[in-house]
């Protein structure tokens, strides 16, 4: 199937989701206790890292998009100078952590759908296709726990955050490949299943599991895991 148009996020979608991820992992990196530099550098990762393996490990086609415009490292910059100025009243903006949970749950989908979009556009085989779109959607909160030295949180058991982002990869390419669905639909019906599967597992505590046969190993880690969900809730 000859890919069509590209299909691109709403600007201001983009540019939110960007500044809210940018903003709770500078907080994060606050709370830890690190320097400028590490919260800079922790706030670019978390709202910027997929984008960045995806254009450059992935698909090669000229420098990032994050490099050939300014408004994200603008964004990134004011969420930064933000924590750093006004830390503590930042902290406690009402509502902060259900505004990042419904920015998480709304980017999952779109931007697993926007590496897809862009892989099929490279001419990359199918099942590249769907490695794209899941680093696109968790590449950032992966490279973010290996900096922070924590598990990354894909590994552990949780609400479908990366289970669901496969999935809407997989429905993406079953909309768009096999169906002869438009790539402008599949995209807007990929999103609002993941989103609201999303929400779903978030409201009632559907969560994956690690296997039964092998408790003996992990149940001693569970505590150091229960501790990660908390930390990761706050951010």
Not at 40 to 67: E, H, K, M, W, Y
Not at 156 to 172: D, N, Q, R, V
Not at 181 to 209: K, N, P
Request: hydrophobic share 50%; proline share 5%; charged share 15%.
């Amino acid at each position: 199937m000859t890919p069509e148009t590209p299909f691109l996020l709403p600007s201001i979608f983009d540019y939110t989701a960007t500044f809210v991820w940018a903003l709770s992992s500078a907080l994060l990196a606050a709370r830890r206790g690190y320097a400028i530099l590490g919260i800079a550098t922790l706030a670019l990762v978390c709202s910027t890292g997929g984008g960045l393996l995806r254009d450059s490990v992935f698909i090669q086609n000229g420098p990032p998009a994050l490099l050939r415009s300014p408004d994200y490292l603008w964004l990134i910059a004011v969420a930064v100078c933000m924590v750093m100025v006004a830390g503590r009243r930042v902290d406690r903006i009402p509502h902060l952590s259900s505004g990042v949970m419904l920015i998480d749950a709304i980017g999952l989908g779109a931007y697993a759908v926007v590496g897809m979009d862009r892989a099929l556009a490279a001419g990359i085989s199918l099942p590249g296709v769907v490695l794209v779109g899941m680093v696109n959607a968790v590449g950032g909160g992966v490279i973010r726990d290996v900096l922070i030295n924590h598990e990354p949180a894909m590994f552990k058991p949780g609400t479908l955050e990366e289970s669901l982002a496969l999935i809407g990869c997989i429905l993406f390419l079953v909309l768009t490949q096999f169906l002869s669905v438009t790539q402008l639909t599949a995209a807007w019906v990929t999103i609002g299943v993941v989103f609201f599967v999303r929400l779903g597992a978030i409201r009632f505590q559907i969560e994956s599991r690690p296997l039964k046969d092998f408790e003996s190993y992990w149940s001693s880690a569970s505590s150091d895991w229960r501790e990660t969900k908390r930390e990761k809730v706050k951010k």
